[in-house]
């Protein structure tokens, strides 16, 4: 996954970053929220960032979806 984005291939990236396994889920999220918000997709990128921060309250990546959710709603 983030080969793909490092060869500058988000919607590859993106698929990559879904298809991680359970133990990921929340990583997984944080990473395509801040692919949509490259993207420009705000409100897909919204939504994903929710995702991770409603359901995965004890995530260590939280934090991090609340400052990128913060930068995009400005």
């Known amino acids: 996954a983030y080969t793909e984005l490092a060869l500058e291939h988000p919607d590859k990236a993106e698929a990559a970053f879904r298809d991680l ?19 420009g997709k705000v ?15 004890d ?7 609340e400052e990128l959710k913060g930068r995009i709603s400005q």
């Open 59 to 65: 995530s260590p990546w939280v934090a991090a979806a």
């Open 21 to 39: 396994g359970d133990p990921f889920k929340d990583l997984s999220l944080l990473e395509r929220g801040r692919i949509y918000a490259g993207q």
């Open 43 to 57: 409100e897909e990128a919204r939504k994903t960032l929710n995702d991770l921060i409603n359901n995965y309250a």
